[in-house]
């Protein structure tokens, strides 16, 4: 069986080789998709991770939500506090190289967690970078967690550990 580690590996590699082309359209299939979910439409705030490197971008969702309150993470003292923003421009490079604002203003009522990965499989588990942040956030937000990934990200089975969160749906190219 693979182990979290190959696995993150491998898919990061796979990952890293798209073009920023084929990353520009791929994203854009995805974030029509989740425009068109009743889960989105129907939140008022929405925690998007912060895209960066090749990740699914989430960048234009980000910068055009404006009918919703948009939180995005902030790393504060090993923890992602959700930090509600209101231009994109509120962002600078934080711990990682991930995009985070400045300020914590911290968002409330979250209705909707858009959440990150490097490999996921049907069931809804996921292999995050590693650092256990998202896992530990998702065990304490209410809401559902969709995750946005291309559908090469999807595998048959995921190996889990007792302290890893599901999330309730996945959205692909």
């Known amino acids: 069986m693979r182990t979290k580690e190959s696995?993150?590996?491998?898919?990061?590699?796979?990952?890293?080789?798209?073009?920023?082309?084929l990353v520009i359209q791929?994203?854009?299939?995805?974030?029509?998709?989740l425009k068109k979910d009743p889960l989105y439409q129907n939140a008022k705030t929405v925690l998007f991770y912060v895209s960066k490197e090749k990740e699914v971008s989430t960048h234009s969702l980000i910068k055009d939500s404006s009918s919703k309150v948009i939180a995005v993470p902030k790393l504060v003292n090993n923890k992602i506090l959700p930090v509600a923003i209101t231009n994109f421009d509120e962002l600078e490079e934080?711990?990682?190289?991930?995009p985070e604002p400045a300020h914590e203003n911290k968002a409330e009522n979250i209705d909707l967690v858009i959440v990150p990965g490097l490999v996921f499989d049907k069931g809804g588990n996921r292999i995050g970078y590693g650092k256990g942040h998202y896992d530990d956030l998702l065990k304490e937000l209410r809401c559902p967690k969709i995750a946005l990934a291309y559908r090469f990200q999807i595998i048959n089975h995921v190996p889990t550990d007792k302290w890893d969160v599901k999330v309730d749906k996945i959205i692909t190219d």
């Open 94 to 98: 934080g711990k990682f190289h991930v």
């Open 7 to 21: 696995l993150r590996a491998q898919f990061l590699e796979k990952r890293n080789a798209l073009s920023y082309d």
């Open 26 to 33: 791929k994203s854009k299939a995805i974030i029509e998709q």
